[in-house]
């Protein structure tokens, strides 16, 4: 079967992190054991860097903060991601550009247009072949991350913030086919089962 590029997205407290690692142990039980996980921002020296301004800096505008965000994902694609697809792994990662257009275009009311434009100057065809949006409501997901120390800036948005993004991912992922939408508001186990049983189903459609 030929390699595959998986992005998992979602709001924070939807899971995403926990849910790579467990696709990437389903993989391996099916002998694909060539997989490389990245997170966005991030997983290059140059991305890690922006991570910390992003995340952390608030005096950046939000079109500064949304070309940032390009920034670090057009060096992960052209370092990392692109070689790796290249030299026949999989790429696992922990968000991708639909975050942007949810994130950017839908909670801070960018328009669509700029970011679609961004998308087809810098990253051309590297497109995932499945996106997992793992959705979860905005009360639940930030009474899940409450428990973490430090939180960053984006953490720290309205729960009207969250509304929106998370109503952008909605119509994102009703329009796009190569989108898996899943609930993931129930308990873990019962999630990472719906996430087994979608990852298979798709995978045995890509070998006929």
């Excluded at 407290?13 to 996980?37: H, M, P, R, W, Y």
């Excluded at 694609?77 to 639909?98: C, F, H």
């Excluded at 609930?183 to 070998?207: G, H, M, P, R, S």
């Amino acid at each position: 079967m030929k390699n595959k590029f998986i992005v998992l997205e979602g709001i924070e407290g939807a899971g995403k992190t926990e849910a790579c690692l467990f696709i990437k142990k389903i993989l391996k039980k099916i002998n694909i054991t060539n997989v490389v996980a990245v997170r966005e921002p991030g997983s290059t020296l140059v991305s890690e860097e922006i991570r910390k301004l992003i995340k952390y800096n608030n005096t950046l505008t939000k079109k500064a903060e949304l070309l940032l965000f390009y920034a670090s994902r057009v060096q992960l694609v052209e370092t990392v991601i692109k070689p790796a697809l290249m030299q026949g792994n999989w790429i696992i990662s922990d968000r991708y550009d639909l975050s942007s257009l949810a994130y950017q275009g839908g909670g801070l009311d960018i328009n669509q247009h700029l970011i679609i434009s961004l998308r087809k100057m810098f990253l051309n065809d590297c497109k995932p072949d499945l996106t997992i949006y793992l959705d979860v409501t905005p009360k639940i997901g930030l009474e899940r991350i409450r428990v973490r120390k430090n939180l960053d800036k984006i953490e720290k948005k309205s729960l009207n913030f969250f509304v929106k993004v998370r109503n952008s991912y909605l119509k994102l992922a009703a329009s796009d086919s190569d989108i898996i939408t899943i609930d993931a508001t129930f308990n873990k186990n019962v999630v990472k089962k719906e996430i087994k049983n979608q990852l298979y189903q798709w995978i045995n459609k890509q070998c006929l």
